[in-house]
């Protein structure tokens, strides 16, 4: 039988970690991630998937991640049930991360997508730092690039 899952979404809030009587490290989270098709209404609906992450891989996604992370992960569908204290049977339905892999670089998602300050020089709120070291740099110019210049 084959049960795996590969998503890509956002973390709706920071990694809950908690430790089991054991000391093994067990981390819970949401990741809204959106359909690939619009509704009716022509609005993008979006799916908010409980996932859990074990030992040092949720030390470690606990550690990297915040809410509004852009992250992938990979894992199992898992189901379980239990009784509430009221006595009602709940089911619940979750994936089991086995790998993950972050998306975007630390300091763009812990701005939630707003551009990279350059904090050393005064008044310069809104431009991205630019590194002017690099020989790639497109440097705001364009580029002619001919078919013969294709290497295929």
Not at 26 to 52: H, I, M, P, W, Y
Not at 112 to 130: F, I, K, L, M, V
Not at 140 to 145: A, H, K, T, V
Request: contains cysteine.
């Amino acid at each position: 039988m084959l049960n795996s899952v590969t998503m890509t979404g956002r973390l709706t809030r920071d990694v809950d970690l908690r430790y089991t009587q054991s000391g093994t490290a067990v981390g819970s989270f949401t990741l809204a991630v959106d359909r690939q098709f619009k509704s009716k209404s022509g609005e993008r609906e979006t799916d908010f998937v409980n996932c859990q992450v074990w030992r040092k891989s949720a030390e470690n996604f606990a550690n990297f991640t915040h809410k509004g992370a852009l992250v992938g992960v990979q894992g199992r569908i898992q189901t379980r049930t239990y009784d509430d204290k009221n006595g009602n049977k709940v089911f619940v339905t979750e994936v089991i991360v086995d790998s993950f892999a972050l998306l975007e670089p630390k300091q763009s998602s812990q701005n939630s997508g707003s551009p990279q300050r350059n904090q050393s020089a005064p008044g310069n709120t809104n431009r991205p730092r630019t590194n002017t070291n690099n020989q790639f740099a497109n440097n705001e110019q364009s580029i002619s690039i001919s078919d013969s210049d294709l290497p295929f």
